[in-house]
């Protein structure tokens, strides 16, 4: 769904409305207060009485729209722009396309990112798992900015992410507070299916992956990236089209709010191959009570 087709399946409010209304109702209101689905069309103001419990609803309660004061033909323009920019959209832009404020438009980007949270399936068979860092570079900043340690894992001004991706599959991410021996296999325990194969490379905190994986290591210290099908390339991928979106779109993400960051670049990655991630999106937007 991009912009031309927003303006011409919502032109109107009313439209949007309509569309909000048969996702989470299927065109038969409930009362997200009782649940009960007897009650009164107030059809000027758009929202419905409840006979049950006596209180008024409209589509808007308990979804990331509740209490906006903007079109909705907005709110589905910033959805289809976050979804159709591989390497995200900065508020700034959003605020210039869809003619909001900037901090309009961040509120709006983080409501969106808030929805964008993945399934908790496990993933299965052949499964890379590997560790960034997101932070700036030393030699970019001033002489007074600079930091002890700013390259590799030592950098004390960079955010440690962890990850796994299922080969032809799906891709988990989230900030840790480090890459420790127990908080890579806590990850992993979680989030892997026992008998699956993790491919990772030699660093010291994947040892003991075995007892309840087969285990895969490219040695990169040594120059070896790929051996066969073991590699964590996909991976690396990954990290650089979440690096690049950091670096060229936002600039500085902090560590307060990475993790939304994380989730959207995630969501967008695991729907890759959706075509209607739009509708899905939508869906998740009003189905968040």
Not at 71 to 82: E, V
Not at 157 to 169: A, F
Not at 226 to 234: D, E, K, Y
Request: with cysteine.
């Amino acid at each position: 769904m991009n912009i031309i087709q927003i303006y011409r399946t919502f032109p109107k409010q009313q439209d949007c409305i309509n569309h909000l209304e048969k996702v989470r109702w299927n065109d038969k209101p409930k009362c997200p207060y009782c649940k009960s689905t007897n009650q009164t069309s107030m059809p000027k103001e758009n929202r419905y009485h409840c006979n049950n419990c006596n209180t008024s609803f409209s589509v808007m309660v308990g979804t990331i729209f509740e209490n906006t004061k903007l079109d909705f033909q907005k709110w589905f323009l910033a959805i289809s722009l976050m979804l159709n920019a591989k390497k995200g959209i900065s508020a700034r832009q959003l605020a210039r396309d869809i003619e909001v404020t900037k901090d309009t438009a961040w509120f709006m980007m983080m409501r969106i990112r808030k929805i964008m949270i993945e399934n908790n399936e496990l993933l299965k068979g052949i499964i890379e798992a590997d560790e960034t860092y997101i932070g700036g570079k030393n030699k970019n900043r001033h002489s007074d900015k600079k930091t002890k340690g700013g390259q590799g894992r030592g950098g004390e001004d960079k955010t440690p992410v962890i990850g796994i991706l299922e080969r032809g599959g799906n891709v988990k991410a989230k900030k840790a507070k480090d890459v420790s021996n127990k908080t890579l296999k806590s990850f992993i325990n979680q989030n892997v299916k026992r008998g699956s194969t993790i491919m990772t490379d030699e660093w010291k905190s994947y040892k003991g992956l075995s007892l309840l994986f087969g285990h895969e290591i490219v040695k990169h210290s040594m120059g070896e990236y790929v051996n066969g099908a073991v590699h964590t390339n996909t991976l690396e991928g990954f990290w650089s089209l979440l690096k690049r979106g950091i670096i060229g779109q936002y600039h500085y993400v902090s560590p307060k709010y990475l993790n939304k960051y994380i989730n959207e670049f995630c969501f967008r990655y695991n729907n890759r191959k959706n075509k209607d991630i739009f509708s899905l999106t939508v869906k998740k937007a009003v189905n968040i009570m």
